[in-house]
């Protein structure tokens, strides 16, 4: 077990090259991310231009340019790059693929257990919560239900800890119970934060919970110690702007994904400064070296562009229901990579941060995806849906879109709010405002 342990170490040591992580970061990067990169390694690297008032160029020339550049002064390079990025699909892992290989190690797993957590595992959202309907799942699969509670609780864990936690409010139980033991006075100050929504005076507080100042001091001390969300520790930080990666556009009622790659427009290669390194003798190979770098970056970013175009080529072909009305179908990761012929970690990187705009909407990348819970779900079966929660509602607070989109989201159902709203109209039901009204002239 020693020695593979070691084996397996070796060999991503020497997977992991520079360029190759280099590919990894940037197929991971979103659009702003990659144009802070770029002008961050342009710093250190004379090769690479910066041109902040580009205009835009013949992309293809890219290619080309590298092949005259190279003849002219360097050696042709014999890296096949449009294998770069697939070449490391198994040297790195993504959260999914090393959620499962503990799991695989902590639990005796049957093919019915494995089936089921990866089923959870590649459920969970970026923050690492799991906000899908286990009992339904376990109806539709006909598997016990404490069997996959079972499962679900060794993912949880697992590190990161709390993974696959429905929601804040288990999350931040479970950590009560692994760090503190389940200390009584956190559960009681949790208990009654998510019960009355709000937090009270600190006396009316203490004489709610019976707990004197110093108990109720060092059960906030330990809830100040949670973190808010299982990947917290995992997850790179975000951008507060949002800029899109794909501009969904429709033309003579087809719909094309355009990238947004303007960051290629931004930078080039300086043959002037090439030239004059060249000619002295102590800085050939330095040159060599940057030169190599800026090339490597430059092929690196067309093919995460590839990748993402070849993505969202299978998302417009899968999800067209959904840019016509406004329906998600059931579509996985995996099933994406195996439409693509990639590996699952290289769609869930090049997935990872990405935005897409569509008719003014900014709509996350991985919202295209959910999981196959019982085949498509027809149109009739959502409005049904709609028609009974309308039903079932507390007439004197009824719901509105936004909310009844909620609950089928929980349920399994992708649709937007405004598809919601398009159901409800065919339905004949009213809008919330409307339907309050009307029950008070009742």
Known sequence: MIELKNEIHINIGLVLTPQLNLSLKLLTMNVLDIETEIKELAIENPVLKIDEDFKTQNRNSYEGKFKEIDDSHFYKDSLEDDDLIETVNSAEESIEEKLFKELSLEMDLDQEDREIAKFIIYNIDEKGFLDID?????????????????????????????????????????????LFNGDNSVRDVLEYLFKNKKLPKREIFRKALGLNNERLNEAFSKIATFMPYPLFSYKTTENCYIEPDVIIKKIDGEYFALLNDSFLNLISIDENIIKQYLKQKDTKNYIKNKYKEARNLILSLTNRNKTLLKIMEIILKKQKTFFEDG?????????????????????????????????????????????????????????????????REDKNNPLDDESIKEFLDKKGIHITRRTVAKYRKELNILNKRERHFALRLL
């Open 134 to 178: 286990l009992e339904r799942f376990s109806e539709e699969q006909n598997i016990r239900f404490t069997k996959i509670e079972n499962i679900k609780k060794g993912i949880m864990n697992l590190e990161p800890l709390g993974c696959a936690s429905k929601d804040l409010r288990e999350f931040l139980v479970f950590q009560n119970d692994v």
């Open 327 to 391: 329906i998600l179908k059931p579509l996985s990761r995996k099933e994406m990579a195996i439409e693509l012929g990639f590996h699952i970690s290289t769609i869930a990187r090049a997935v990872a941060n990405k935005y897409v705009c569509f008719e003014g909407s900014i709509i996350p990348l991985r919202n295209f995806f959910s999981h196959r819970l019982s085949g498509d779900i027809s149109k009739d079966y959502i409005k049904n849906k709609v028609k009974k929660l309308v039903e």
